[in-house]
């Protein structure tokens, strides 16, 4: 089943009547054989959120006209949709600074085929280290060389290069530099997601040095937190979150060992819950179709 | 919401295209409003998996009407379906023998209204020792003494005050007598389901002084599992798990002591969980809609 | 083991070499038997924190010389020590408001001998609320009504009230007023220990309505802190934390619930471990000696 | 302080009295500077389980003696004891078949500095598949086809490949053959230690194919086990284990990827502790000093 291609529908919009019937008969009627849905009713606000996955082979509808019918299904709620095929790839960004944990990971869960249907087509980096671990991964790595005088000509680069490259999907693991707001603006006004690994279990410990500030403040369980990126720092939308238990055993150095496993395998799961078409954001917050 | 009456719908069958379609439309078309639905779909043995809430309120077929007419609309999947409205009480007895706080617990959650619909009946033991603590909460306390020689008239009482408090559910919160497979199937056809806490992490340490074994093993993590009691020991449908780190500085009492808090936990999800119809089971597991 | 009498000693002090040899030899040398150990040495801060338990029987110091000799002991190594014997009872009021999960599951543990040697003397209410439901446990229930006008006066009746009932420590078991710090320094220069839970992992969600903080901010996890009382709030040292896994399915009212399980464990943990005589602080943290 | 080389004691033995006393004014009387202590009183069975770890610079007796000097500090206590400079680089064999996850994270690990003194010296493998991923490494990578007929000439080509690099340290990262007897008891002869990471929650599914098992029984948490090897499959004492949550959505795949993240965690924890020499073993237990 799963190396068949499926479509993917995804809607928030102001809740009423009629939308699981009217999807699920859209594509009942037009011969689809569903493979996955998932709905959430969110009565505090007065949302519905829904995805729902089905096979593209017996489906009655030509591939190249399936969009524009959905348009018509769901331009009525008044809400935004998105439409994803499973066998397109999504072009993903890898931005890192001079620690290799997460880009690494990356990298291998990529070739273990974790990471849904991503295609890396580039890693972007502030500083040279890591270029010959990410040279056996046969990935185009560049080194952009960042201070602060020429920090804004080289975000112009970055966005250059993501424009170049025909980015879907940025990924900050552990790029250790703040984004403009222009940047932010910018990546997202070009239709990129950005995705961040913030190495602590937000909103404590927003800023620098989260392990620093956890083990002077004498918690007994850091976190790491993957969410998307906006404007207003380590604010965006948390996709996931998890956490490991610490002692007074336990120094800096300690944290930050055990954090980068946490960081690792949270972004990779944010990651990949977004390269799947699994997460719908909306109020500042994810739903997450587990 | 929540005060709202709903009606649950939950169906398992052989998988088939269209059902979603048909289940939220026949809701759609007769004025109902959906407030919460979740489906499954396991390619692997081919069943389909539903669970589908809405409002009775607006809705335009007659209470008294609603189970035939959801028959006509499920019985051609041939699968099993229950239907549940939201405001008719389950009727919940517990059984217990010496230790207190696992009923004491479910009885505390029943006082704060977390186990939805549920009415407690009545408590049997087999011991005397907690009727001052059950009085307390002014439910009916019947103490059968049992011993080898009268545990076949004492299951026989037993089958009776269920039929006599006509009960729903049977919770063996810490009861530590083995149910004979004559008390379990009488009570099974009766209609009636009973749900077990077992205190280990099944399959491992299944039978008798699991923290015993538990330690004994020199295991690092302990557990706790509810679920749905069939003929054979400990082997039913697992609703819910939960686990706690332990080290060698912990003795069985220990043990003990760090497992009461998971059977208190893991027992009292798994009894919401059902008393909101999220829980259904098929093959020997469950799908626990959450 | 568990029956006999033990003595705990503890020890901060500046690090220097020799101090688990002198504290030792000292039992040893007297006929001690050592039946539980622990030491940590804080590189970062030049710190050694120790604990060590051993038994009373055979012990060649007379009991009501014992504190004598170990002030000689630990005098010269510059730091605090505290010394404790295990059939001493330790005095405890705890503080309550409305909600009753936590003190109600303390009162449970204290019947069941989780709490160590705590003597549970009276409990203080600012509402009328429990009162019925703590009487079954024959504990002094005081209600002190509480406004904006007589909080001074409140907070002088409850320090004289510590003072009679000879308080050493005392747990705020979801009391939801914020002490004065007045009270705060008044109780513990009278060598009184305050306790609370906070119903977050802090420092997130420092202050009012956490649960609604974190639903807003869209947290995957939730957590609950126990904590020293300072004069600062919610910015004690940390006792114990613990977390729980939460969903966009979700309403602050299910955070509300999942909370409470979370609540009553952490501050039982805390409260416990408290009463072993198995913290220490420094440096507004705690080591814990599990 | 990390970078100062100590000297690191363990001991297990029959538990008496002054035994913590004469290891710390040993320590003491000889200049030396504790840098961690942990000790262990098991009153069950009347062990004593200790380590003490101190500083070589200062201490005045001379590297070559200490050896002498321990063994007649701790031979009269009828126990066995350890005694490991931490400069001593530990010689360390991964033998891998064509999962590639724990034995790269490992290499990784290695190369953060992740895994104390530890000297990676080859990597054995029944199939060829991982050859060029671990040459990026340059660490040799050597292959011998196993089948049914040659498995008793492979055993021994082992016991001499490991004889050749003199190697210390085993390690089972995803080797999918089942060791003879004969080879568990000629390695542990030889003074070498094995450890194994076996994927699911010990003792529950034992044997082969556990994450089909644990889906087919319908648990809703799985886990990993690292231990030590001895004759008995799957039952040597358990050094750290793990879990991970799932659900009726997980199918057999998707155990398998999140089990991979808990493999790889849970084997490289317990050989980080294991070459730290935290870790002691009686009873077919362990007790970990973290």
């Known amino acids: 089943m799963d190396k068949k291609t499926t479509v993917a529908l995804l809607l928030v919009c102001p809740d009423t009547n009629g939308i699981v019937s009217n999807l699920s ?51 009525p709620y008044n809400g935004k949709w998105t439409l994803h095929f ?11 600074s001079k620690q290799d944990h997460c880009v690494l ?28 671990k990410i040279d056996n991964f046969g990935i185009p790595f560049i080194h952009i060389p960042m201070n602060k005088e020429n920090k804004p000509e080289v975000e112009q680069k ?28 910018t990546l997202n006004n070009d239709g990129r997601t950005v995705i961040n690994i913030h190495h602590s279990f937000l909103p404590a410990f927003i800023g620098a040095k989260p392990y620093h500030q956890a083990h002077k403040r004498g918690v007994k369980i850091i976190g790491a937190t993957a969410h998307f990126v906006t404007a207003q720092l380590d ?6 979150q998890d956490v490991v238990r610490i ?44």
């Open 25 to 75: 008969s859209f594509i009942y009627n037009n011969g689809g054989c569903i493979v996955d849905s998932d709905f959430h009713n969110d009565h505090q606000h007065g949302f519905f959120l829904g995805r729902i996955e089905w096979l593209l082979e017996g489906f009655k509808i030509k591939r190249e006209d399936i969009k524009e019918r959905v348009s018509e299904l769901c331009t």
């Open 235 to 240: 604010a965006g939308p948390i996709i996931e």
């Open 86 to 96: 499973s066998d397109t790839p999504i072009k993903v960004a890898i931005w890192c």
């Open 105 to 132: 990971d990356l990298l291998w869960r990529n070739q273990a085929k974790e990471l849904g249907n991503a295609e890396i087509s580039v890693i972007l980096s502030n500083h040279p280290d890591l270029k010959s």
């Open 247 to 290: 002692s007074h055993r336990d120094t800096v150095n300690d944290l930050v060992r055990k954090g980068k496993d946490l960081e690792k395998i949270v972004l990779a799961r944010a990651l990949r819950l977004h390269l799947l078409h699994k997460v719908l954001t909306y109020e500042n917050k994810t739903v997450v179709f587990e």
């Open 158 to 185: 970055q966005i250059e290069l993501m424009r170049e490259y025909n980015i879907d999907v940025i990924v900050l693991a552990k790029y250790m530099q703040i984004l403009s707001d222009n940047l932010v603006d």
